[in-house]
């Protein structure tokens, strides 16, 4: 074992030192002119030009183009819809960290709302206008009592709406009132039926 040990460490030991080697020309030898770029065979430039030409399509690759424009349509539509199932991906993760990083009161506050949309199912029985009022009307109630600065957020941007809604509405209503009622030839509106 020793004697393993000792033929090995001289030669390890030798390839750790560096050498230095400086190549002289000598003296007796002409000077060599250098070759250009142009002049190696590597760099040559051809002296024809060339021309590319597609070759001949085989049957199998009539067959697959064709089955590819044949699909064209459904890929395209998969690509579109590709984004959306993405953002709803990301949207549903969202969601989950968020529930499961919640801050402090969030399910005390998410428990008063879905018992005040019971409390609205219990109350509207029997009919089937105070089920379609009375759930959303208590959930949205009990929402605006817990979040009441994204209650007033949301109150200002709805009646905004509602308002630009109800603008539309009385100017369609008086486009419609002025072409029905107030033409001249109108029997209802005319002197000649006093």
Not at 21 to 31: E, G, I, L, M, T
Not at 110 to 135: E, M, N
Not at 166 to 186: A, R, S, T
Request: charged share 20%; hydrophobic share 35%; aromatic share 10%.
């Amino acid at each position: 074992m020793f004697k393993v040990i000792q033929r090995s460490a001289g030669p390890a030991s030798l390839s750790l030192l560096t050498f230095e080697v400086c190549a002289v020309p000598k003296k007796d030898s002409p000077p060599k002119n250098s070759m250009q770029v142009d002049e190696l065979s590597l760099y040559s430039v051809p002296e024809g030009q060339s021309k590319y030409v597609e070759g001949s399509r085989s049957p199998l690759e009539e067959s697959i183009s064709q089955l590819q424009h044949c699909c064209e349509p459904y890929t395209s539509c998969s690509q579109e819809t590709k984004p959306e199932v993405q953002s709803l991906v990301q949207r549903g993760l969202d969601s989950y960290n968020h529930l499961r990083n919640a801050p402090p009161g969030f399910f005390l506050r998410l428990g008063v709302i879905g018992f005040a949309g019971l409390i609205g199912l219990f109350l509207a029985r029997g009919s089937k206008i105070k089920k379609l009022v009375y759930p959303p009307g208590l959930m949205g109630l009990a929402a605006s009592l817990c979040y009441p600065q994204q209650a007033i957020v949301f109150a200002q941007l709805s009646g905004e709406r509602l308002y630009d809604w109800g603008l539309q509405g009385y100017i369609v209503i008086e486009d419609l009132w002025k072409e029905n009622f107030q033409k001249p030839g109108n029997v209802k509106n005319s002197p000649e039926t006093k």
